[in-house]
């Protein structure tokens, strides 16, 4: 319900855990903490001042760290938006995921103000992929049994080569 210390601490924690990975969002669930925390980045930060212009074709990607207290969905769209989407709870799997294009939401941020905002494109598909987590719900239950049977034996196959390496 309050950010404090405490939840500040496991959202930096966190942080370095999902830059680690490397990831672009992580759910406190998926460090063994239950409380209702997420964090992301898109690498969609404003570029800063007097930067040096991309090279042709150069993918920029600024830090832009965002915290997430309670996150919750108050509306979504009909329409509806597909992505390729991955995990890190999931290793080396990636299927296109449905979703609503666009969502209202709110939460609080890192110093525990309520923000309310409508989202849509990559931040509106992780913000309901992270909120998933939080509800014990992955990307993959959101698929078909054949292809969620299909990515429980890769994601097998993967363990059993980390396993084995
Ligand atoms: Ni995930």
Not at 93 to 117: H, K, M, N, S, T
Not at 135 to 146: A, C, K, Q, T
């Amino acid at each position: 319900d309050a950010v404090d210390d405490s939840v500040r601490a496991l959202m930096d924690d966190m942080l370095d855990t999902m830059y680690d990975a490397p990831g672009i969002g992580l759910a406190a669930v998926q460090i063994g903490d239950l409380r209702r925390v997420v964090v992301m980045d898109l690498g969609d930060g404003p570029v800063p001042e007097g930067a040096a212009p991309p090279a042709d074709g150069e993918e920029v990607r600024v830090p832009n760290p965002r915290f997430f207290a309670n996150p919750e969905v108050l509306w979504q769209s009909d329409e509806t938006y597909c992505y390729e989407e991955g995990c890190l709870s999931i290793p080396e799997y990636f299927d296109e995921v449905e979703r609503p294009a666009r969502v209202r939401v709110a939460y609080l941020d890192r110093e525990g103000q309520r923000v309310e905002e409508e989202i849509e494109g990559l931040y509106a598909v992780c913000f309901q992929h992270e909120l998933d987590h939080l509800n014990g719900v992955l990307f993959i239950d959101h698929l078909s049994r054949l292809r969620r049977d299909r990515a429980m034996s890769k994601v097998k196959k993967t363990m059993r080569l980390r396993e084995d390496a």
